[in-house]
């Protein structure tokens, strides 16, 4: 929720109408959890069509493929690797979240796979993931808005006592892009 | 004027403001909460703002303040509007003298609501003016209008709205606070010809009202927002339109960018119906495609015009099952019923056949003392007859397996009168009904007089967390906060059942299972109307204690914290349980009940 805020300030900082949905009540409750987030002029609705996006920051790889039938042909994918458990699946023993990224990688041509623990360890907060994902999302050119001006959002959105640990997940984002691109 | 992005709930309370409100109040519920929070961290001086103890008392504050020229707005969500229905259907007859503008937000799907009604059927019911809101600026916008017609027509006035306009964000226009409106407030008039209802004043009044709407609807085809989008380009001869309203009219908007610009009414007061603009969309066409969720308002009040004046054309929706009756609308079923009904086969993409994904059903959080609550239950009423009426709030949740706690649930306060039934009926079975603490001040406290009075055999539970969890963690009488900010005499749950005559009222915290199931053993021994308090706050109101951990060497995978209590911290790995430390508050519950005390604090090896 936070990375789609960020990006929405951002895009009207360069004077871009923005539109976003997301969801909120009992989907809080271990539920999914989607933002959809659409810029630009002719837009009226807040949701966006099926094939319609330009890019999916996943934050759970089960979710991320859920929400694949989103995604445009050519469109970009960020995911994080690591699943999260549903109680029914530990329940009834589990899913394979390495399957749901192997999936991934079959569908998607524009896919960076976030090495989860390796990235919030790095950055050393787990919370901060959603900025890693957005420093990496950002480095693609899928939204419309540079790095360095989700920057500028960010430190006037976020309270100063987090600029610096957002700031360090911005640029781990970012080489996990760069590393990304020359393993290409 | 300035851009801001906003929430449509945050455009609705900030509308309000810019509207001089002077009073605001409501009841929590999805996906009308934050409109109430909105207007008080932005509460300018002369605003009054209070959650009230339910919705029909809301409407009743809201009256008053409206009845004394002042501006005010009451905030719920559908359901709500129930329970506030029986002050609203006598206010209409009543009229207003300051404006007062209803807000109700419906939620189709249902996405968190017990009923897929519609408000707009409640305007027409009632005979209230309906305002329904397309995107987040027009409910800005529209606040302001419904408040000046409020007060021009002395009728209170709905804004409905539904969860993707309250919900959705956007870049919108709002005014600047000089720019606000302001008014003198001149307080209540003596004149009981006016403000008491009487039956021979409802015959009058429902004269006049039923005259009123009839100019209103001719007043409403002149709003510039009930508009008429005429045909252009390839199809502009088409002989075909549709009517929407709501947020349907922007997914409308965006199949018409790929369809072809099609004549489209949008309908932004369902009620009164605006007629003579209706007449003018429908001239020179053949078929009718009604777009729009919930109830077939539109499509029922165009087949109406056509018989009336006689016209030919077609009205298709979900009458005649053009479009499916129940469920959301969304960008892309719009676009499908539209190119369905213009005869276009829209190419769409290849989708790959997506592996089988984990359903993630909505669980009590980890460490949620409501799951140490009804375990504490279930564990002292194993192999009794029994039944658990439940009640809308977090702790509906308590009906997920494993727990699976929950065996009736209908609406607010509910569980109450259904377990006095059932007692009735069946009186073998010990009969529990569990209500949560802000439930309980909303619509609890008569099922506990009617049971007492009754001689109802039944045990109460109450879930107190001190705080109302589902919709947001909003204060409530329980809580000694209120929205003006100020610290009050809370009320006291124990002394509202003492003072009702209940002579069993223990509390007890459910993190202690021990005292928490000798408790409910007591309580099923005695007779009559029994109550336990089950206190602990909200996990997300506390600091959490350390995670617990669970020792690899000891756990012998027997999967029993995850059989017996589900909690979604703990999953299995590699054969031995796991705890995600991420997730965990440490409320001890699965340390109680592993057999070979694996579960631990920081003495425990990972």
Redesign the interface.
């Known amino acids: 929720m936070l990375a789609s805020?960020l990006i929405?300030?951002a895009a009207?900082e360069k004077g871009m109408?923005?539109?976003?949905?997301?969801?909120?009540?009992?989907?809080?409750?271990?539920?999914?959890v989607f933002s959809h987030l659409r810029i630009g002029e002719?837009?009226?609705?807040?949701?966006?069509?099926?094939?319609?996006a330009d890019l999916i920051i996943g934050f759970e790889p089960?979710e991320a493929?859920?929400m694949?039938?989103y995604l445009k042909?050519d469109g970009q994918m960020v995911v994080s690797a690591r699943p999260v458990?549903?109680?029914?699946?530990?329940?009834s023993?589990?899913?394979d979240g390495a399957?749901?990224v192997d999936?991934l990688r079959g569908?998607v041509k524009r896919l960076v796979v976030v090495d989860t623990e390796a990235a919030i360890a790095e950055v050393g907060s787990?919370k901060a993931l959603n900025i890693i994902l957005l420093g990496v999302a950002a480095r693609t050119g899928a939204i419309g808005v540079t790095a360095a001006e989700l920057e500028q959002a960010m430190l006037k959105k976020v309270a100063p006592r987090f600029h610096e640990l957002n700031r360090r997940a911005l640029a781990c984002g970012e080489a996990i892009w760069r590393a990304a691109e020359s393993g290409r | 004027m300035h851009?801001e992005?906003l929430m449509g709930n945050e455009a609705v309370a900030l509308g309000a403001i810019a509207a001089g409100v002077d009073l605001v109040c409501g009841y929590p519920g999805?996906?009308s909460t934050e409109v109430l929070e909105t207007v008080a961290k932005h509460r300018p001086e002369r605003t009054y703002v209070e959650w009230s103890v339910n919705e029909k008392t809301a409407m009743e504050v809201a009256a008053g303040a409206a009845y004394s020229g002042a501006r005010a707005l009451v905030t719920m969500k559908q359901m709500g509007l129930n329970v506030a229905s029986d002050p609203l259907m006598c206010l209409e007859y009543i009229g207003v003298k300051g404006g007062l503008v209803v807000l109700v937000a419906d939620d189709p799907g249902p996405?968190?609501s017990q009923t897929e009604q519609d408000t707009r059927c409640y305007a027409g019911f009632s005979k209230v003016p309906c305002f329904d809101p397309s995107?987040a600026q027009e409910a800005y916008d529209m606040v302001r209008e419904a408040f000046d017609f409020s007060e021009k027509y002395s009728t209170p006035v709905f804004l409905r709205t539904t969860t993707?306009v309250s919900?959705?964000?956007?870049?919108i226009e709002v005014l600047d606070a000089g720019e606000y409106a302001g008014h003198c407030i001149e307080g209540f008039c003596r004149d009981s010809s006016r403000w008491v209802i009487f039956p021979r004043l409802s015959y009058q009044n429902h004269q006049k009202i039923v005259a009123r709407n009839e100019e209103l609807s001719g007043v409403l085809s002149g709003y510039e927002r009930n508009r008429i989008y005429p045909a252009s380009g390839a199809i502009a001869n088409c002989r075909k339109g549709a009517a929407t309203g709501g947020?349907s009219?922007?997914?409308a908007?965006?199949a018409r960018?790929e369809l072809g610009e099609l004549k489209l009414f949008k309908v932004s007061t369902p009620y009164p119906f605006p007629e003579k603009k209706a007449l003018e969309f429908l001239e020179g066409l053949d078929e009718v495609l009604c777009l729009e969720e919930l109830d077939p308002v539109i499509e029922r009040e165009l087949i109406y015009i056509c018989g009336k004046y006689g016209l030919k054309t077609k009205i298709y929706g979900k009458l005649s099952r053009h479009v499916r009756c129940a469920g959301e609308n969304?960008?892309?079923s719009v676009?499908d019923d539209l190119a369905a009904f213009l005869g276009i086969t829209i190419e769409?993409?290849m989708?790959?056949e997506?592996?089988?994904?984990?359903?993630?059903?909505?669980?009590?959080?980890a460490g949620c003392p409501h799951r140490a609550s009804f375990y504490a239950v279930k564990k002292a009423m194993a192999g009794k007859k029994t039944v658990f009426c439940g009640d809308i709030g977090?702790y509906t949740?308590g009906n997920?397996?494993?727990l699976d706690m929950v065996d009736t649930c209908l609406c607010m306060g509910a569980g109450l009168g259904i377990a006095q039934g059932i007692g009735h009926i069946d009186p073998d079975t010990v009969c529990f009904a569990f209500v949560g603490d802000s439930t309980f001040f909303a619509s609890a406290i008569t099922g506990v007089v009617n049971a007492v009075y009754n001689q109802a055999e039944m045990i109460l539970v109450v879930l107190d967390n001190s705080t109302t969890a589902?919709?947001g963690h909003q204060p409530h009488p329980g809580t000694g906060k209120t929205m003006m900010g100020q610290a009050v005499d809370a009320v006291s749950i124990e002394g509202v059942l003492r003072g009702i005559g209940l002579r069993f009222v223990e509390t007890v915290n459910p993190l202690d299972q021990q005292a928490a199931t000798d408790a409910v053993r007591r309580a099923a021994e005695q007779p009559g109307v029994k109550a336990i308090i089950f206190r602990s706050p909200c996990i997300a109101l506390t600091r959490p204690e350390k995670a617990l951990r669970i020792d690899g060497e000891k756990c012998i995978g027997c999967r029993r914290c995850?059989?017996e209590i589900?909690?979604?911290a703990?999953?299995?790995?590699d054969g031995r349980a796991e705890i995600d430390g991420?997730q965990c508050v440490g409320c001890g519950l699965c340390a109680g009940l592993c057999p070979v005390r694996a579960i631990g604090g920081e003495d425990v090896a990972e």
Do not use: N
């Open positions: 805020k929405s300030a009207m109408p923005v539109m976003s949905a997301e969801t909120i009540g009992m989907a809080q409750r271990g539920g999914s002719g837009v009226f609705s807040p949701m966006i069509p099926l094939g319609g089960g493929v859920r694949l039938p042909t458990m549903p109680v029914t699946a530990a329940l023993g589990g899913y399957a749901m999936f569908q787990a | 851009r992005f999805t996906p996405i968190s995107t993707r919900h959705g964000y956007a870049s947020i009219f922007t997914y908007m965006e960018q969304s960008r892309d676009r769409k993409p989708q790959p997506l592996p089988k994904l984990p359903v993630r059903p909505p669980v009590l959080c977090c949740l997920a397996m494993p589902m919709t995850i059989r589900g909690c979604p703990i999953s299995m790995r991420s």
